[in-house]
């Protein structure tokens, strides 16, 4: 039996390496890029009792040929110790690209559409949102299975389905106000909705700190890692061409200040910490979302756009609360672990967003070329 608990952990160290190595950042872990070490001590069970240690080395990570080999150490008979290993010899490659945007708005928990909101879509390939080109596609859902994880209260209406945590009973988790519509049904998804974390490209060079003072301008026109950025009273920040940008802390618009995304341009931005937009206008000159992406990496859990703005844009932050301000107006999508629309926001996801890959090769496909277990 300490055996094969020992053999469970080193199976359990396996898949964590793997999973690292496809979503996470195994160049945190100890070493270098020949060899990285993780070691995790008194792993525990469920019920809290300590089960053994596990002790879990990648070899050559960065090669496209790798070795994880992973150790399960279990207490044995008075001070001996029970090791079991795993080895597996894998190569990887490119991962698929990531089309997170099949739901109006999705939550890893709570979904909250406050009073006098409208959700609903249309499709930008075929023309700007309005008259004919307005649709009932607009769906909303959580992986929740508690009670109430999506809200939908007095006097909104949300034209789409809304779906609850696989498995669970769509009655308890949607809750519909009386004053409320729902033109579309309650559902059950069919299987938990994958979030992954996203990883910024690591060849980005360093910009430092963007500052903005009132009344000033500035123009990114190059890819950068930006330690946080700030926009004051009637300061523009523009984006004249297509950049990748990363903020490891803030990103703050003040009151009257612009970030502005040029008619020809594309902006890919990666928060690591925030943004927060507080009475700024974000200007896509585009008016397509495609062309402008917030990104919340695992440490992003914040994103709070104020009042009355009206922009385009697509929202991918799996760790954040996203709150929407009131009166806002957004062509997009949202996915949030949580998301509340304010009262009197219009949200129109736009359709074109079902199929747009948005992270070309997350992660890293893997074929298992050895498993062994020793």
Same mark, same amino acid.
């Given at each position: ?29 100890? +070493? %270098? ?5 993780? @070691?995790? $001590?008194?792993?525990? /069970?469920?019920?809290?009792? #300590? =089960? ?101 209260? +007095? %006097? ?5 389905? @809304?779906? $609850?945590?696989?498995? /669970?009973?769509?009655?308890? #988790? =949607? ?200």
């Amino acid at each position: 039996m300490k055996s094969l608990k020992a053999l469970g952990l080193a199976e359990a160290g396996a898949e964590r390496g793997i999973w690292e190595l496809r979503y996470g950042d195994v160049s945190t872990w100890e +070493g %270098d890029d020949t060899l990285r070490t993780l @070691a995790i $001590s008194d792993f525990k /069970s469920s019920e809290g009792n #300590v =089960i053994g240690d596990i002790e879990i080395s990648i070899i050559d990570p960065v090669n496209s040929i790798s070795t994880i080999e992973s150790k399960g150490r279990v207490a044995g008979w008075e001070s001996s110790t029970l090791i079991r290993a795993v080895r597996i010899i894998y190569e990887h490659g490119e991962g698929e690209g990531l089309c997170p945007f099949d739901h109006a708005v999705f939550a890893n928990t709570l979904v909250k559409v406050h009073s006098y909101c409208l959700v609903d879509s249309y499709d930008s390939r075929l023309s700007s949102y309005g008259g004919e080109n307005k649709f009932a596609n607009a769906h909303i859902g959580t992986n929740s299975l508690m009670q109430y994880m999506i809200q939908i209260l +007095g %006097d909104s209406q949300v034209d789409g389905n @809304a779906y $609850s945590g696989p498995e /669970s009973d769509p009655e308890t #988790v =949607i809750y519909v106000d009386p004053f409320a519509t729902l033109n579309g049904f309650k559902q059950t998804l069919s299987g938990f909705k994958e979030m992954p974390s996203a990883i910024p490209p690591s060849d980005l060079p360093d910009r430092g700190v963007l500052y903005l003072d009132k009344n000033s301008s500035f123009r990114i026109k190059e890819s950068g890692v930006y330690s946080s950025i700030f926009i004051d009273k009637n300061a523009s920040l523009i984006v004249p061409s297509d950049v990748t940008i990363y903020v490891t802390g803030g990103f703050d618009i003040e009151t009257g200040g612009f970030f502005i995304v040029k008619q020809d341009a594309r902006a890919k931005i990666y928060l690591g910490t925030y943004l927060k937009q507080k009475g700024g206008a974000i200007v896509n000159q585009t008016h397509d979302p495609t062309r402008l992406l917030f990104i919340g990496t695992e440490t992003c859990t914040d994103v709070d756009i104020k009042n009355g703005t009206h922009f385009y844009a697509a929202i991918y932050t799996p760790s954040a609360t996203v709150d929407i301000g009131s009166y806002t107006q957004m062509n997009g999508a949202i996915i949030g672990n949580e998301v509340k629309l304010s009262s009197s926001v219009q949200l129109h996801y736009d359709e074109a967003l079902v199929n747009y890959e948005m992270i070309k090769g997350v992660g890293n496909t893997f074929n298992v070329i050895s498993w062994h277990g020793m």
